[in-house]
């Protein structure tokens, strides 16, 4: 899922494979108990429900009514659910468009449930195939039935290099005959990778297995659009909804408002609400003055709600008496110190990740104790199989992404690795130059690490220059390269190890952590891979503590936060810590 | 970029200051107009006060290590402020600085960075006096060798400077401003990699040389006019007639009359030039980090301006100080150049 807000990272566009975790539970506890758990981290984000039934369960207290306003800061480019693969349209789609599978939180845990499915698919023998069949009496908003053929047909349309050109890549890499395939209208008119064997069925082909298959077919590009009302292009401007809103008014680039939709059946629905009369969501404002207006909460600004990480200069108010109108918890994204393990040897690396300056660097870039959580692991701990270790660079130098360096003891270790005043280890990196923010942080960094005994080259480019020239593996750097993060599409730790640290990325001209090809640790993932999926989880733990203890290709540094401001009467706000966004389904609106 | 203004010199509403007779002894005395100037500006006391506070900017650059070293020992850093060293265990985890203004910190430290604000203000004040005087002369000696030139040799010399005067002067100044700084840093690279040090010293010159290219037509265009008339003067005439060298009639005989409208408008220069500094690093195109700039603090610091103003005020109040004092002295610079005004 790519990342939408102001934080630079080198996100998704990974490889993912097998792996559901937790083990599912079939209890209909009622969901939604209030968003107050804060910084704590929740396990198990993977819990799958294949029996859950709609209605959803009524929030105790909720009242119907209002229009929830929710400005914030970046714009949609468009609103074609075949093309949109972003954290800020996925909320929009999940009110008014209804694919295979959803997720709703039970208890502050995410649960991935049947949503226009029955269930979460019948695997075949041979993991090749997947069948799910459609739920009875799901309509469109103009009242015409939802067909299975529909769903093929989106399938097929998040093929098209036009229409789908910000799209995920898993389907091409999974689905059969998937890499060439053009979509309905450029391609092979005869492909069968996604096919309906009548109008209540749906039969993926794989081309090798993909055991997450269920929580891939929750995204919008798995919404049905009926073939013969596809406008292409124009299919945006009103893309038909099957959710309980649908779209009444929109201006692409500005706003967007949302009306109830009267086909929508509660009874078929097991995570959504629909509380509010309607949404209108306004794009490209200007943070601060959302924020500080939404925070006095007068008139619409009472029921109005904004994601963008919370101005630091708003931070005395939501830490006082503004409390109960913030609430913030884990995002997707967890963010590395990216080196080049083929120019850094290991003591070194080691004696970075000790003179590494966290805290300064952060205050530096503005990061608030609000926008990110500091991490000592790769994995972060909302994905089942977390392992929660503390790694050492050096004895007694923990690496958790916290304190400031210890400079002395990086100067020792570079020393025994042979490197001293007279011939320091230079580290070479890439910053952005035309941003002031970017500019401060590299001032902290470099100081910290040449007060620490290396020798800084620090390359300024403007910021569509840096993107590329750190995504080359041939660059000259030797640390900072790509990704800088990664955001995982699934809560599943194989959505994040292996198309991080294995060697695919690379071979195929990417950067990855470490830029590092090693067959051990392709052994490992393999290995991992072929293990049932219950076993995966806690192997994957292991495999990150095993990977920062004896290779350290990348620094662990955080886990960065979802923040939500929201009015007065704005009520049951939590934040889904699978995509660091609140779930507005949940949100209900007091008079 | 505001033209260092072409400057009126028939301004005519002094005659309510007529009635003071001393100063009539000036015109009487027979001294070249410099002499009378020089005497009218010092008994001018906006003047006086124009020239002490751009005195004491001037002290603060050239001594700005000096001051700076002044400041007491931090007690929690244990070290001495400098511009450039950051301090972040002065902020706080959200960025705010946990001490205040204090005999370690003038003027406190920096949100975020923890950078002694006194010395960055200090520092600051340099590159905004070297940039708007070095600019102001290299304007100046351009405009005025090319108003010389266009202005006595007439005919196509001048029809060509005149051309290329209105060019320039017809170029929507700031944007082509925005657009040209990143494209002559990158000629100047040439294709290597630049330090933030590097970048920062190839923008002060680029800025300089930006504002002089853009800053001489006004100045040309009143050389040249006044040059023309000059030209047709008896003394000149009368030289030529005589055979001076062509050098020598306009250093020796034009450019002396000419003195001071070319004092008046580089004087009036330094604070546009100045102020045009401050505006292209508040915008983001003029100096970079590591450089400390009154435009680029400014920048940073209105953001936080409700929580933190100290950060804020001392970069507006020296920028507004040094640019009123300097377009002030300009104006009685001028007024005492001024044969009509008899102040």
Redesign the interface.
Known sequence: MRWTKVLTVGAAASLGFVAACGAPSATNTPSGTGGANGGKVDQAGAALDPNAKGPAPEIPGAKKGGILTVPYASTPANMDPSDQFYQDTAVIFSLTNRALTTYVSRDGKQVLVPDLATDLGKQSEDGLTWTFTLKDGIKYEDGSPVKAQDIVFAAKRSFDPDLAANGPTYQREFFKGGADYQGPYKGDKNWKGVEATNDKTIVFHLEKRFETLPYFVSFNQFTPIPEAKDKKADYQLHPLATGPYMFDKYTPGTELVLKRNPNWDPATDAARHNYPDGFHFKWGVDTIKTQTAILASNGDDATSLNWDPIDSSLIPQIEGDKKAQFEEGPSSCVLMVNLDARKIPLPVRKAIAVAYPFDSIHKAGGETTHSFSPASTIIPPQIAGHLDYTAEAAPGFKMNGQGDGNAEESKKMLAAAGYGPDKPFELIYYYTNDDDIAQKVNQVRKQKLEAAGFKVQDIGVPAAERRKLVGDPKGKYNMLQSPRGWCFDWPSADSIIPPTFGTIALSQGGTTFGNFSDAKIDAEIKRIQQLSITEQGPEWGKMDKWLTENYLLAIPDNNDKGNSVFGTKVKNVHNNPNKGMPDLTDVWLDS | MPEPSAVTLTEESDERASTTAPEHQDVRTGRSPGQVAWARLKRDKVAIICSVIILFFIVVAIFAPLLVSLEAIDPITKAKADP???H??L??????PTVGASSAHWLGVEP???RDLFARWAYGARPSLIIGFVAAFASTVLGVVLGLVAGYLGGVADKIISWVIDFFLSLPILLLVLAII?IMQKRLAAGG????EE?STIRFWVLIVILVVFGWMGLARLVRGEVKSLREREFVQAARAIGVPTRSILFREILPNLVGPIIVSASIAVPAYITYEATLSYL?AGL???TASWG?TI??AQ??F??YPLWLWPSVIGLSLLVLALSLLGDSIRDAFDPTSRR
């Open positions: 450039g060293t950051v972040t265990e902020v706080d985890f959200n960025g705010l975020r960075l923890g990143p990699d630049l330090t933030p970048t983001g970079v980090e590591p680029r920048a940073d953001n936080l409700a929580t």
